[in-house]
Every structure is written in C-alpha cells, then in structure tokens.
C-alpha cells in the first residue's frame, strides 16, 4: 500500500508564506504526475497546482504566488502572499504505478493551514 504524508501546514498570518511537503511511503515502482488541492470546509476540493514531467501548471487564483516543485519522490509547494481566504486543508495526490502496468491515484490525509487576517 502507498502512502503519501504531507506536512508543514500551520497558523501564518494573511501575506505571510509557508512550505508544504508531500513524500511517499511504501512500495511503487514509479510515481508520475504530482499535485496539490484544497478544499475550504463547505466547498469543493479544488486543484491548486501540478507538476508533469517537470511541467508546471497552476490554477489562476495562485498563479504568481505558489510554486510547485519536486525533488525525486516528494512534492512541495511553496506559498506566498497568503490571504485569509485560503484557509483550508491542503491535500497532496500522486499518479502511482505500483507495478510497471498499473496506475493509481493516491492522496494524502491533508494538511491543515490558517491563514489568519
């Protein structure tokens, strides 16, 4: 079974900047695509940003102020200029191939973060 564990949510204050991390734990033979959504408690999860082969896309509303990164098996994103409004649980999700002829998507429990005004 894979896991992915993200980490570095917390409190910061509306401008502020944090970093989330995302790593794997178990057996794949392979990890693909990468991604990070949210989703504002009463509202429907939304992506945030992907990373494709190195290829970056982001969603409009943090174009400019997030970067999405990856560093072998683990994703991060880096947050800047943080508004209260983005208070939400961050989730990380994988394209994982456990086996060379099988993918699956996986995600993270989430991480909590607050952006305080």
């Known amino acids: 079974q894979v896991q992915l564990v993200e980490s570095g949510g917390g409190l910061v204050q509306a401008g502020g900047s944090l970093r989330l991390s995302c790593a794997p734990s178990g057996s794949f033979w392979s990890i693909n695509d990468m991604g990070w959504c949210r989703q504002v408690p009463g509202k429907q999860r939304e992506l945030v940003a992907i990373?494709?082969?190195?290829i970056t896309n982001y969603a409009d509303f943090v174009k400019g102020r997030f970067t999405i990164s990856r560093d072998k098996d683990t994703v991060y994103l880096q947050m800047a200029s943080l508004k209260p409004e983005e208070t939400a649980v961050y989730y990380c999700?994988?394209?994982?191939?456990?086996?060379?002829?099988?993918?699956?998507?996986?995600w993270g429990k989430g991480t909590l973060v607050t952006v305080s005004s």
């Open positions: 999700n994988a394209d994982v191939s456990r086996t060379p002829w099988s993918r699956m998507t996986y």
């Open positions: 990373i494709r082969g190195g």
